[in-house]
C-alpha cells in the first residue's frame, strides 16, 4: 500500500516541508511568524517568549487582541459574514445555519447578557451544556468579555460539577434544562442546583442561565435562575469587544491527574489561539472557502475547545455540530451527516471508529462520503486495524489520516503527519509538527533513538499553546510536568517508542491515568469515589484493555467487616455509586468483590496484577507482594461466586 502523499493534495496543502526547516532555523521567528500571520493583534507583541521564569511560560508578550474578535468579528469584517460558521443538527433532526454574521450577533448579545448579570474581566463561567449554538454562544462571549470559562462536561454528575464550580470559584453556571440522549432528555440543571446548594459550603455562584433546550420541568429560584430566552434576545446585538493581554487567561479545563482531585488546567490569550489555528491549518488542511469541516468531540474535552470552537473559528472555517450519538436515529447518523453536509474533513477518535468497525462496514457503504477528503484521530492510539479500516470505509481508499496526539495541557496538536508532506504510518502519530519538539528519554533520563526500546515521551522546548499551570496550584505544576526529569523536560506522562524508520509511537498513560473512550479518569479518583459508600473499605481501580473502548474500568473492592455481600446486587449499587460521584463515564465494566488486594511491603498496590486479573491473564511477578498467597485468594474469590 502507497501511503506517501498524494501530488494533487501536496500542491493545494497548507501544511509544506519547508515549515520544518523555518521552525528549525529559528523557533521563536517561526512562531511569532504564525502568530502574526494568522491572527489579528490589537497591539503588535514586543518579545515572541519569555522563559525567564520558567516553567512558567509567557508567550508574545506586550501583545494584545481579543479571541472573539478574532474568531468572528474579523471574518465578517473582511466580508465573509454570509459564509457558513455552524451547520447546527440537533439530534432530533432540527437544524440551524448560523453564518459568521449571525455569530457575530448572538455572541454580541450573549456578552451583554453576561455583562447584565454582573461578570466581568477575569470572572470565571462554567458551562454545563449539551451540544448546542448557545454553548460555542456562550464560550465565546466569555472571551469577548476576557472572563474565563470553565466547561465541565455534560455526563459529569453534580458531585463532580460542586468541585469544579467550587475550585474556579465561578460566579456564574449557563446551562440548560435538560439534553438529548438516545431520543430522550436527560436533566441538566437539576444538576447544577444540587451542585450549588452541596453540604454547608456556600457556593460561589450568583446567577445560573438557562437555555430552554427539552422542555424539562426544572426547579426554579427567582433570585437566581434566569431564563436564556427571557435575557438573551432582547440584548443589543453589537458589543465592543476588548483587546486582552496575550497571558490574559481564556479558560480552565478540569482533566484528571494521579491523584483524586482534577487538575484546572489553564490557558491563556494569544499563544493558545496562535497554535490552535495554525494546527487546524496545517494539520486539518482547512482551507474554509471551500472546506466543511467536522470535530465530533464534545466541547466539554480540550478536543471541543481548540477543534470545534477556537481553531476552526479563528480560520473562518464551515463546520458542522453534532448534538447527539452516532446511533440516533440509526447507526448510519454519521455518515448521513457527512453526505448531507457534503463534510470534506472529519476528525473523530478510534473508540467511535471501532464502535464502527463492529457495527460493520455495510453502514458507511449506504451513503454517499465521496466528499472526504482528510480524516483525523485523536484521543490515544488507533490500532492499525482501525486506522486501516478509517481509511478504506470512511476515507475512500484515499484521504490521508493524520493521527494527532496532544493533551488538555499542550492545548493543540502537537505530534502528527502534515497530510501533504508525510507518508503515513498506520498506527503511528509519527512526528512533531514543525515548530515542536519532542524526545524518548530511558529511566534515567537520557534520550534515546534506538527502535523499538520503550521509554518515556517529553517536550523539550516551550510551545505557544502550552498550559500555563493548573488553577490555583502552581507548585503541582512544576511537580506534575517538569520534575520527573528534571526543569528542561516537560513530562507529558505517555509511555513512547520509535520504530526503525525514525516514527514515534505513543503507548497510553504510563501513571495511573486511564483512557477509556478517549477520556482520562483517574484511577485514584475512581478508588475514593468507591471508598465514599458505606459498604466499602478499600479499593483498587485498573484500566483493563477493551476492544471498543480501548481500556474499561475495572473495580476490585474489599467490603467493609459490617456490609453484606448480595452478589450482583452489590456490584451494580457500586456501580451506580461511581456513575453518581463522577459521571456515568466512569462506571466501572466490573466490579470484583474480593478478600484482599495485592500490595508491596511498603503499602502500595499492585495494579500491576489487578490487571493481569482483570484482562484474564496468567498473574505475573508477585516477589515483591508482602503476602505471596493473596493473589490466589483473589482469583478463588473470584470464581467462588462475587
Ligand atoms: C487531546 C486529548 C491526553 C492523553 C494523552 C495520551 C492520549 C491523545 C493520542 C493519545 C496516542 C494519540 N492521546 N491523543 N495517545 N495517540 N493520537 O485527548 O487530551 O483528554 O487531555 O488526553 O490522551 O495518553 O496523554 P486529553
Not at 448534538?323 to 470534506?344: A, F, L
Not at 505544576?477 to 506522562?493: I, L
Request: a negative charge.
Amino acid at each position: 500500500m502507497d501511503l506517501s502523499p498524494d501530488s494533487a493534495f501536496t500542491a493545494q496543502a497548507n501544511g509544506t516541508a519547508d515549515l520544518y526547516d523555518a521552525a528549525a532555523a529559528d523557533h521563536e521567528a517561526f512562531w511569532a511568524e504564525q502568530a502574526r500571520s494568522r491572527i489579528s493583534w490589537a497591539t503588535d507583541f514586543e518579545r515572541t517568549l519569555d522563559w525567564d521564569d520558567a516553567p512558567f511560560a509567557k508567550w508574545f508578550v506586550g501583545g494584545s487582541l481579543n479571541v472573539a474578535h478574532n474568531c468572528v468579528d474579523r471574518h465578517v469584517e473582511a466580508g465573509n459574514g454570509d459564509r457558513v460558521a455552524i451547520h447546527f443538527e440537533g439530534e432530533g433532526g432540527d437544524t440551524r445555519t448560523i453564518t459568521y454574521a449571525d455569530l457575530q450577533k448572538e455572541v454580541s448579545k450573549a456578552a451583554n447578557a453576561l455583562e447584565s448579570l454582573g461578570v466581568e474581566t477575569g470572572d470565571r463561567v462554567a458551562v454545563y451544556m449539551p451540544m448546542i449554538p448557545e454553548t460555542v454562544f456562550t464560550m465565546l462571549a466569555c472571551a469577548r468579555i476576557g472572563a474565563p470559562h470553565s466547561v465541565i462536561f455534560g455526563g459529569f454528575s453534580a458531585e463532580a460539577l460542586h468541585t469544579r464550580i467550587a475550585d474556579a470559584e465561578a460566579k456564574v453556571v449557563v446551562t440548560t434544562d435538560g439534553q438529548w440522549r438516545r431520543g430522550k432528555p436527560a436533566p441538566l440543571k437539576a444538576a447544577v442546583d444540587a451542585a450549588i446548594h452541596h453540604g454547608d459550603d456556600e457556593s460561589p455562584v450568583e446567577k445560573v442561565l438557562v437555555v430552554k433546550r427539552t422542555d424539562t420541568d426544572v426547579e426554579w429560584d427567582d433570585s437566581r435562575d434566569v431564563w436564556w430566552h427571557d435575557l438573551v434576545p432582547g440584548q443589543p446585538d453589537t458589543h465592543e469587544a476588548q483587546p486582552m493581554d496575550s497571558e490574559h487567561p481564556l479558560f480552565i479545563l478540569y482533566t484528571s491527574g494521579t491523584t483524586g482531585k482534577p487538575k484546572g488546567i489553564f490557558h491563556t490569550t494569544g499563544g493558545y489561539l496562535t497554535q490552535a489555528a495554525y494546527t487546524n491549518a496545517v494539520v486539518h488542511d482547512v482551507h474554509p472557502e471551500t472546506d466543511v469541516y467536522w470535530c465530533t468531540a464534545d466541547v466539554g474535552w480540550v478536543t471541543g475547545h481548540s477543534y470545534i470552537v477556537y481553531g476552526p473559528l479563528a480560520n473562518g472555517a464551515t463546520q458542522v455540530l453534532y448534538e447527539g450519538t452516532p446511533d440516533t436515529p440509526h447507526q448510519g447518523r454519521w455518515w448521513e451527516i457527512v453526505e448531507k453536509y457534503k463534510v470534506s474533513i472529519l476528525y473523530t477518535a478510534p473508540t467511535a471508529i471501532r464502535t464502527f468497525m463492529k457495527w460493520g462496514a455495510d453502514i458507511p457503504a449506504k451513503f454517499d462520503m465521496s466528499s472526504i477528503r482528510v480524516l483525523g484521530s485523536v484521543g490515544e492510539p488507533i490500532n492499525p486495524e482501525a486506522w486501516l479500516w478509517y481509511r478504506k470505509h470512511v476515507g475512500g481508499d484515499k484521504a490521508p489520516i493524520v493521527d494527532t496526539w496532544w493533551q488538555t495541557e499542550t492545548g493543540a496538536i502537537m505530534i502528527s503527519p502534515l497530510p501533504g508532506v508525510t507518508t503515513l504510518e498506520p498506527g503511528s502519530a509519527q512526528k512533531p509538527i514543525p515548530g515542536i519538539s519532542a524526545e524518548i528519554l530511558d529511566d534515567d533520563g537520557n534520550p534515546f533513538t534506538e527502535p523499538e526500546k520503550v521509554g518515556y515521551l517529553v517536550l523539550t522546548k516551550p510551545w505557544p499553546s502550552m498550559l500555563r499551570g493548573i488553577w490555583g496550584d502552581p507548585e503541582r505544576y512544576k511537580e506534575t510536568y517538569w520534575s520527573r526529569f528534571g526543569p528542561k523536560y516537560y513530562f507529558a506522562g505517555d509511555g513512547a517508542k520509535y520504530d526503525e524508520k525514525g516514527n514515534i509511537w505513543l503507548l497510553g498513560r504510563v501513571d495511573d491515568v486511564m483512557n477509556v473512550s478517549g477520556h482520562r479518569l483517574s484511577t485514584a479518583e475512581i478508588e475514593s469515589a468507591l471508598v465514599s459508600h458505606p459498604s466499602v473499605a478499600e479499593a483498587a481501580v485498573v484500566g483493563a484493555a477493551d476492544e471498543t473502548t480501548g481500556q474499561a474500568v475495572c473495580a476490585f473492592v474489599i467490603l467493609r467487616g459490617d456490609a453484606v455481600d448480595n452478589g450482583e446486587e452489590t456490584v451494580q449499587e457500586l456501580r451506580n455509586h461511581v456513575a453518581k460521584e463522577i459521571g456515568p463515564i466512569a462506571k466501572p465494566r466490573q466490579v470484583m468483590i474480593v478478600p484482599e488486594l495485592p500490595k508491596t511491603r511498603s503499602g502500595k498496590i499492585m495494579r500491576r496484577l489487578l490487571k493481569d486479573v482483570a484482562e484474564n491473564r496468567e498473574v505475573g511477578d508477585v516477589t515483591t507482594l508482602a503476602d505471596s498467597s493473596v493473589m490466589s485468594l483473589i482469583k478463588e474469590g473470584m470464581s467462588s461466586g462475587s
